[in-house]
């Protein structure tokens, strides 16, 4: 099978972000998008399961929360500078805030990709096409 080959993207204006930056945005994205995922199922599987065995995934959203508080941290530095980005780390380790945290900087990490013409998904922009 052949495949359907996309036309490069235009270059990007002067002072424009890199493509090596958006590339940044867009693997944090994915990551932050994953965590956000894992979240979810963990938050519904708590729920569904009898009180033994509700630690399992309580365990395992504290520690997705750990891992999106560090692709926030990473992400939202470079999205809206140092301090806003150590205050939404943080801010992303309380329970229920953390995940409204996750969704805004997701947000806003899809605009500036869109922004510049990159397509994004579901599961964020195909890394191969930036």
């Avoid at 399961?49 to 929360?65: E, F, S």
């Avoid at 996750?102 to 191969?128: F, H, R």
């Amino acid at each position: 099978m052949s495949q359907i080959r996309q036309p490069p993207l235009p270059p990007l204006p002067q002072a424009a972000v890199s493509r090596q930056e958006l590339r940044y945005i867009a693997s944090r994205q994915k990551g932050i998008l994953v965590c956000i995922l894992v979240y979810l199922m963990a938050l519904g599987f708590r729920f569904a399961l009898q009180p033994p065995l509700q630690l399992i995934p309580a365990g395992i959203a504290l520690t997705t929360g750990i891992v999106a508080s560090i692709f926030v941290f990473m992400l939202a530095i470079k999205l809206y500078g140092t301090g806003s980005g150590v205050v939404l780390g943080i801010l992303t380790l309380i329970p229920l805030i953390g995940l409204f945290v996750l969704l805004s900087v997701n947000g806003k990490a899809t605009a500036v990709l869109k922004k510049y013409g990159i397509q994004v998904g579901l599961l964020g922009a195909n890394l191969d096409k930036i």
